[in-house]
């Protein structure tokens, strides 16, 4: 069972310097099991692959095909509908993920909202081992519990894909932790799991590791 599908997948960005190309040819497909990570230091393209996963980004060459659907032929409003339907994004600061001024509970109700769902906060909290956190204000919780949190959001909306760019990047060992045990409860919840990370305990979590460097795969490992 294949979730994402890429066949010569490109993508360009146009800077005053010139074209910067971000992706060149990458071919891949992921299945919906295990935890898959992409790999590669920095520039290498990681962010752009997740992007275009994400649907935000639209490559300017090759066939990207989400649950054999060919996203390329959808209109705007088609790309919209399947990332608010399943794909569910965490990104590597806490903030981008979380609104500061909704409490716990809230930031939860309104991530199902955004994706027209209902919601019972307090079962999705205790799942994440964030029980009885639901009245407290974001900031309260730890950098750790904020991605869980996060994490958290993307169940609300009713994801079924999970796509996180380096989700413990800004945390401390401890914080880095909560986030590695909730990838794998994720996995283990058979969500698809896809991490963007140069964090090594991250990547040793991969069942699955794609290596990007350059904007192009390297290879992809089976574990
Ligand atoms: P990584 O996530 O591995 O650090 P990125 O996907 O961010 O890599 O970057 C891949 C390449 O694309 C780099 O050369 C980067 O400079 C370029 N790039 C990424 N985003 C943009 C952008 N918005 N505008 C111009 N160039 C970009
Ligand atoms: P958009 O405004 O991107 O077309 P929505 O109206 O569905 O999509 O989204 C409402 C809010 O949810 C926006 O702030 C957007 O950044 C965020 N969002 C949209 N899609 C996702 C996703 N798949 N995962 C996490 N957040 C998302």
Do not use: M
């Not at 919906?32 to 962010?47: E, M």
């Not at 109700?109 to 407290?136: D, H, K, M, V």
């Not at 914080?175 to 963007?196: C, I």
């Amino acid at each position: 069972d294949t979730v994402f599908e890429l066949d010569r997948v490109g993508v360009d960005y146009p800077t005053p310097a010139g074209t910067v190309t971000g992706l060149h040819d990458v071919s891949l497909a992921v299945p919906r099991s295990g935890i898959t990570v992409f790999a590669g230091p920095s520039g290498s393209g990681k962010s752009t692959l997740l992007r275009v996963l994400g649907l935000f980004e639209r490559p300017a060459r090759g066939t990207l095909r989400f649950d054999g659907v060919d996203t390329g032929a959808l209109r705007h409003a088609g790309r919209r509908a399947l990332r608010r339907e399943h794909l569910g994004l965490v990104f590597q600061n806490p903030s981008e993920n979380l609104l500061d001024y909704l409490s716990v509970a809230d930031n939860l109700r309104a991530a199902a909202q955004a994706a027209r769902r209902g919601c019972e906060p307090e079962r999705i909290l205790e799942q994440l081992g964030l029980g009885g956190t639901g009245e407290w204000a974001v900031p309260a919780l730890s950098g750790g519990q904020q991605q869980r949190l996060a994490f958290g959001c993307a169940l609300a909306r009713g994801s079924s894909v999970i796509l996180a760019d380096e989700p413990t990047s800004q945390l401390d060992e401890a914080s880095a932790d909560l986030v590695l045990d909730t990838l794998r409860y994720l996995a283990e919840q058979d969500f698809a799991v896809l991490v963007a990370s140069h964090d090594d305990r991250l990547v040793d979590l991969g069942t699955r590791i794609a290596r990007l460097r350059g904007g192009r795969l390297e290879g992809v490992e089976q574990r």
